[in-house]
């Protein structure tokens, strides 16, 4: 009888543990996905490619670099902003 019961709480504890591995894969995998999706997340990129390619234009010598540099990062921004709308048209084929 012993030892079935350790078995028991052994089988228990391993049962226990995989689900709170899995709670915490979960939390992870919606943490991730709320970055991925963050309002935060495409402002960062559009500036972080702003700076690049203001930097690369002045490095280059282009006439007006700082206003040159906002085509890039708007074309950036303004294609996440039209992602969900591509995804649900493409979730339908």
């Known amino acids: 009888m012993l030892h ?10 391993s049962v226990e543990e995989k ?15 709320a970055w991925e999706t963050s309002f935060t997340r495409r402002v960062f990129i559009a500036v972080v490619t702003y700076s690049a390619a203001a930097l690369l234009f002045w ?7 700082l ?7 708007a074309a950036y921004f303004i294609s996440t902003l039209s992602l969900p709308w591509v995804k649900r048209w493409w979730s339908r084929f």
């Not at 689900?19 to 996905?33: F, G, H, M, P, S």
């Not at 490095?59 to 670099?65: Q, R």
């Open 19 to 33: 689900i709170q591995a899995l709670i915490e894969r979960n939390r992870r995998v919606e943490i991730d996905k």
């Open 4 to 13: 079935k019961a350790v078995l028991e709480s052994i089988m228990m504890n």
């Open 59 to 65: 490095s280059a010598g282009l006439p007006t670099p």
């Open 67 to 73: 206003l040159q540099a906002l085509i890039p990062s």
